[in-house]
């Protein structure tokens, strides 16, 4: 039977070097959402009723 796997939030200095940039990480999504809000508000100019999933892919 296969071990299961860690993942790097078990590794403290992820877990350090996360939190330590965790500010630039949250300003660089918020700007890649309101890039995405541009592109979206450009291609439908009535935003009334759209809808957008984002899958953080």
Partial sequence: MK???TFKWDDKDFVNFYTDSANLIVL???RSIRILIEIAAFHFPSLENLH???LGC
Avoid: F, G, I, N
Wanted: charged letters at 45%; glycine letters at 0%; a neutral charge.
């Fill in 52 to 54: 957008l999933l984002e």
């Fill in 3 to 5: 071990k299961h796997a």
């Fill in 28 to 30: 660089e999504r918020q």
